[in-house]
């Protein structure tokens, strides 16, 4: 007995498999594309990230280092005061700090 098989409708063209090829080319193209995309997206929110750290950290021993001076001149005047202040004579003061000059 004779079997009887589906015959198989092409309704649609087939695409050639140089078009098929090309069509991958292009998908792989812009899988490619969109990685590279998203891969320097990243690259540059690491680098942003280390920037922002680093010149957090620079703005940080800026203050320290602007407030030890601050504190060392403040040192130095202090002292500076204090040595005018105990060679000057006293002039009837109590104080001894303030000069008392009369024409």
């Given at each position: 007995?004779?079997?009887?098989?589906?015959?198989?409708?092409n309704?649609s063209?087939?695409?050639?498999?140089?078009?098929?090829?090309?069509?991958?080319?292009a998908?792989?193209?812009s899988?490619?594309?969109?990685?590279?995309?998203?891969?320097d997206?990243?690259v540059?929110?690491?680098?942003?990230?280390f920037?922002?750290?680093?010149?957090?950290?620079?703005?940080?021993?800026?203050?320290?280092?602007?407030?030890?001076?601050?504190?060392?001149g403040?040192?130095?005047?202090?002292?500076?005061?204090?040595s005018?202040?105990?060679?000057?004579?006293?002039?009837g003061t109590?104080?001894?700090?303030m000069?008392?000059?009369s024409?």
């Amino acid at each position: 007995m004779k079997q009887i098989g589906f015959k198989k409708m092409n309704w649609s063209p087939k695409p050639t498999a140089w078009n098929e090829h090309i069509q991958k080319l292009a998908r792989r193209r812009s899988m490619m594309r969109d990685f590279q995309r998203k891969n320097d997206i990243l690259v540059n929110a690491f680098a942003n990230t280390f920037n922002y750290q680093i010149s957090a950290n620079v703005d940080n021993v800026a203050k320290t280092a602007a407030d030890r001076i601050i504190a060392e001149g403040k040192k130095k005047a202090e002292a500076l005061q204090n040595s005018i202040s105990s060679s000057l004579p006293s002039a009837g003061t109590s104080t001894g700090s303030m000069l008392d000059i009369s024409v």
